[in-house]
């Protein structure tokens, strides 16, 4: 939709060294916090009036980062989605554009799929020359520890990232648990949850040499090692060039905690003084 009311809006400028959050918009059922760091990054939180996402709700976020501005995006604790009993949908829609030089880090806890829940979920990232992007897209089968997995209804997916104004990420996925045998080797197996992660920039940019080293080493399997039992592996990661400047990370793991490792890494190196400067897991835990 075009009516910028309904829109939440961020902006990360640099000021006096520091990257700064200059525009601040809050549309509900979005809240956006800002926690300072040290470091001169911008941290900014999402996080909901209620927890999470009733039938229906729709979340529409611009996100706007100056050259060399540093932000990261996280969320505060899962999101939920709730059950719908009308045929609702519950939305997130995020357009962003990320200018030269910026590195933005997207970093959001795991989207919880509720029983008969319904969700979509369309972001287009915009990347100026020089920009970079690690965005991480995480979602749970329902509540785990509940015992519940794939009792939701419907869950949609569409990330785009266009760099230097040409598209170079079109990731579509969809599913729907009455159409489809989530326990089928060909879909999730014994597995529960699905973590991607998108790097995207230069490929001559030593921030990206530095964060695809650390998401190469998570691969588990290499194709030398097919065919491999994936149901013997509580975590199997899978790690592509999809082109140069652009790496992918999919992963699909038993529980939360055989996929947290992940982050952790991630964590571990972007406390570097080049990238946002300070640990996003010891500051969150």
């Known amino acids: 939709m ?37 470091a001169g990054s911008c941290h900014v939180v999402l996080s909901s009036y209620g927890g999470g996402l009733l039938a229906g709700d729709v979340i529409r976020l611009r996100v706007m980062v100056q050259p060399e501005a540093r932000l990261l995006l ?3 604790a899962n999101t939920r989605v709730y059950r719908s009993d009308n045929g609702a949908i519950a939305e997130q829609l995020t357009e962003a554009h990320i200018a030269a030089g910026a590195l933005v880090v997207v970093l959001p806890d795991p989207i919880v799929l509720q029983v008969q829940s319904r969700y979509r979920q369309h972001q287009h990232w915009h990347l100026a020359t020089g920009a970079l992007l690690l965005l991480a897209d995480w979602f749970h089968s329902g509540r785990i520890d509940s015992g519940e997995q794939f009792a939701f ?15 170079t990420v ?6 729907r ?7 089928s080797p060909a879909h999730f197996s014994q597995h529960q949850t699905s973590l991607a992660v998108y790097l995207a920039g230069s490929p001559d940019d030593a921030r990206f040499q530095q964060l695809a080293a650390v998401l190469q080493a998570r ?13 013997a592996h509580d975590c199997v990661v ?11 990370l999919r992963a699909l793991g038993t529980s939360r905690a055989a996929l947290q490792p992940i982050y952790d890494q991630l964590y571990q190196a972007l406390a570097s003084p080049d990238l946002l400067g300070f640990n996003v897991g010891l500051r969150k835990y």
């Open 238 to 248: 899978a790690v592509t060039q999809v082109r140069p400047g652009m790496l992918l």
């Open 219 to 231: 691969q588990t399997q290499t194709r030398a090692g097919l065919p491999v039992d994936v149901s």
């Open 2 to 38: 075009s009516d910028s009311s309904l829109w939440s809006e961020v902006e990360v400028t640099v000021v006096r060294g520091q990257s700064v959050l200059t525009v601040s918009r809050n549309v509900q059922p979005l809240k956006l916090l800002n926690p300072g760091t040290a």
């Open 153 to 167: 209804t419907e869950y949609q997916s569409e990330l785009r990232i266009s760099q230097e104004e040409r598209l």
């Open 74 to 76: 996280s969320t505060q």
């Open 170 to 175: 079109l990731d579509r996925f969809a599913f």
């Open 177 to 183: 648990p009455e159409e489809h045998i989530a326990t």
